[in-house]
């Protein structure tokens, strides 16, 4: 079955701090994944997608298939980091649109 | 721009009323999805459909339904609100042929049931 794991429900760490939001998953076939940010009371929106091999707002994510990780980094946090953060998985294979997220972590950033 | 909106943003509703929740996407998007965010659960799949006249369930989807009768449009039906769907509703959607599984996502709408 497919799951992804986060294994931290808060992380707290000081301005300029390096940051790593654990994401693990579970998925036999060729995953997609991805990671969510949700700012206080807004939407969700998409911060990186392991496809595209990007920096985000100085945020990077890649995708281990032998530790079938996707751990999200940082290497200086800033307090506009504070945050929730999601992972998700797809079935890339399928195209059904269908996202398994992690139950999520609250990023704290302290000043 | 294409967007997607949700309403209402805010509900207060009473035990056994029926509440419908709308969600509106401009992306002219085939895939639609409801989830609930709760505290300790993360984001939980309730509905979803893949166009017109497609609507499946989730792993949440007792007490819900949805019904999907044009592109733009996935309203949230709870039959009979009870006071644990008191929940932040977020509505989603994606390109059927993108290539890619990201998902849009609505404002959210915040139930309270009394």
């Known amino acids: 079955a497919q799951r992804v794991t986060q294994p931290e429900k808060l992380l707290s760490v000081f301005k300029g701090a390096p940051v790593e939001l654990k994401c693990n998953y579970s998925?036999?076939?060729?995953?997609?994944l991805f990671w969510y940010v949700q700012y206080s009371r807004q939407r969700l929106q998409l911060l990186l997608r392991h496809i595209s091999r990007e920096s985000i707002k100085g945020f990077t994510a890649d995708l281990n298939k032998g530790e079938t990780s996707f751990h999200l980094k940082k290497p200086f946090a800033q307090e506009e980091d504070s945050a929730m953060y999601y992972c998700?998985?797809?079935?890339?294979?399928?195209?059904?649109?269908?996202?398994?997220f992690g139950q999520g972590t609250t990023l704290q950033v302290k000043p | 721009d294409a967007e997607i909106t949700q309403s209402p943003r805010h509900k207060i509703t009473e035990t056994g009323r029926q509440v419908t929740l709308a969600c509106h996407q401009t992306?002219?998007?085939?895939?639609m999805f409801w989830y609930r965010q709760d505290l300790g659960h993360g984001l939980r799949l309730i509905h979803y459909?893949?166009?017109?006249?497609?609507?499946n369930k989730g792993e949440v989807s007792d007490g819900y339904s949805v019904s999907r009768s044009n592109t733009e449009d996935l309203p949230l039906t709870l039959e009979s609100a009870a006071s644990s769907q008191t929940s932040v509703y977020f509505c989603?959607?994606?390109?059927?042929?993108?290539?890619?599984?990201?998902?849009?996502f609505g404002p959210g709408t915040r139930l309270t049931v009394l």
């Open positions: 998925y036999s076939g060729s995953p997609e």
């Open positions: 998700a998985l797809s079935a890339s294979s399928s195209n059904t649109g269908k996202l398994i």
């Open positions: 989603a959607s994606s390109d059927s042929g993108g290539g890619s599984n990201e998902q849009f």
């Open positions: 459909s893949y166009g017109v006249q497609d609507t």
């Open positions: 992306w002219n998007h085939n895939n």
